[in-house]
């Protein structure tokens, strides 16, 4: 599986971005889907995932309400569109694939790239 990441970007904060990220495998719909981040001098966090039906999302409490991720399996495509953004919420943003729906960074097997997310104050 690859995965492939883009949106990232320099925002204002309060502000808006939409990542993408394009997976290249037949049985994309199989696969959980998730967002995680990494800040400068920090360890990777989870951020959102969804299942591979998109019935089923998980967000962490600090972008709840503000983050939505969805899929369009059509297009092999997860998306997490970004609102109200923060100057906190500036990290790198990597797309994961898993076939368990799970928090845990250590559990997926599949990683994109990373797409910078910077948000000024």
């Known amino acids: 599986v690859q995965l492939q990441a883009f949106g990232g970007g320099l925002v204002q904060a309060g502000g808006s971005l939409r990542l993408s990220c394009a997976a290249s495998?037949?049985?994309?719909?199989?696969?959980?889907m998730g967002w995680f981040r990494q800040a400068p001098g920090k360890e990777r966090e989870f951020v959102a995932v969804?299942?591979?039906?998109?019935?089923?999302?998980y967000y962490a409490d600090s972008v709840k309400g503000r983050f939505t991720i969805s899929r369009d399996n059509a297009k092999n495509t997860v998306y997490l569109q970004m609102n109200s953004l923060k100057p906190e919420d500036t990290a790198v943003y990597y797309c994961?694939?898993?076939?368990?729906?799970?928090?845990?960074?250590?559990?997926?097997?599949?990683w994109g790239q990373g797409t910078l997310v910077t948000v000024s104050s």
């Open positions: 495998v037949r049985t994309y719909g199989l696969y959980n």
């Open positions: 994961a694939a898993n076939k368990r729906i799970t928090r845990e960074v250590g559990a997926y097997d599949y």
């Open positions: 969804i299942s591979w039906s998109g019935g089923v999302t």
